[in-house]
């Protein structure tokens, strides 16, 4: 033991009579200039290939990013860009062109001259030549300290894919121009809006078709009796239903009476009416907004408070049933 000592004792000697110190990471430093010596800034990279091979291969330990500039593409030919690990197991990564202005997607394969820049990812970073058309393909690049430089104006795209182009910097309203009706989509897909072909957008209240309900009067309507009629069943669990309207009308009445609209089976009145024994003129069209809203899976019935004697109340009903 004593032996090692010595000959650890006698090599930080020489070192310090050569004017070199080394610390216990082995990292070697000038007693005139106390720092470590760092690694240079802008190591250079390069690579040329004829085929489908790799252009070159480095390491990003210490490095931030690396820029990559195609100096020759060749013709017909792709370059992907590729980082891992352990050298063995290879995944895309992806870089910018130096003249995006945030409004160009990052790449991870090209097919031309041009700069682009990686940040570091993994410690390996590969250029390869995925398929080769023709001609000499060639790279160069430097290694960077300095994280990749992001623009900072972002620019939000959208797009006309349909019938147009993508369109920049404005987010644009979707709307499909239809003189006929489109082809439905399955439940739960994405669907665009319609609109007329000039862009006025077509717009149906409350609820999709499958959601809604109506309630038709029987023949004869409601005479002479207080028993309730059920407008609609319960909804399900965590759903209400909502009447969005109804019409009412009656013949001459022997007693006045009222018409209520209940939540539930003899439940909370929604609404009420009077009609008297004159009976109505015509048909009175009432429609509700906001909608009258049921409770959670419970059904909704109309009733007279009073039977009638003689003559006959008609009453429809229509809504939907939502949470």
Not at 138 to 156: C, D, E, F, N, R
């Amino acid at each position: 033991m004593s032996s090692v000592i010595n000959e650890t004792l006698l090599a930080i000697k020489a070192a310090f009579e050569a004017g070199v110190n080394i610390f216990n990471d082995g990292t070697e430093v000038s007693p005139r200039n106390p720092l470590p010596v760092a690694q240079t800034d802008g190591l250079a990279v390069s690579g040329t290939a004829t085929s489908a091979a790799v252009l070159f291969t480095t390491s990003m330990l210490n490095y931030e990013s690396i820029t990559v500039q195609v100096t020759s593409a060749g013709t017909s030919c792709i370059i992907t860009y590729e980082t891992s690990e352990d050298g063995l197991n290879w995944q895309l990564t992806s870089g910018v062109l130096t003249s995006n202005v945030g409004s160009t997607a990052f790449a991870t394969a090209s097919a031309t001259a041009a700069i682009f820049q990686f940040p570091r990812k993994a410690l390996l970073f590969r250029a390869r030549v995925l398929t080769y058309g023709s001609g000499t393909v060639s790279v160069v690049g430097s290694l960077s300290k300095v994280p990749v430089q992001y623009p900072a104006v972002t620019y939000i795209l959208g797009t006309a894919s349909e019938n147009g182009n993508v369109i920049s910097n404005i987010m644009p309203v979707g709307l499909e121009g239809r003189t006929s009706s489109k082809t439905s989509v399955s439940n739960a897909y994405s669907v665009r809006p319609i609109a007329t072909v000039d862009g006025r957008q077509i717009v149906r209240l409350d609820s999709i078709p499958e959601n809604e309900w109506s309630y038709v009067a029987a023949s004869g309507g409601i005479t002479n009796t207080t028993t309730a009629v059920p407008l609609t069943g319960g909804a399900g669990s965590g759903v209400r239903n909502y009447i969005t309207s109804l019409q009412v009308s009656s013949d001459t009445l022997g007693t006045a009476t009222e018409v209520v609209i209940r939540d539930g089976a003899g439940g909370a009145v929604l609404w009420r009416a009077k009609i008297g024994t004159a009976g109505t003129v015509g048909i009175q069209d009432i429609r509700f907004h906001p909608p009258l809203r049921g409770s959670s899976n419970t059904l909704l019935e109309a009733a007279c408070v009073t039977a009638t004697g003689t003559g006959s109340i008609y009453l429809n009903v229509q809504g939907y049933k939502a949470p």
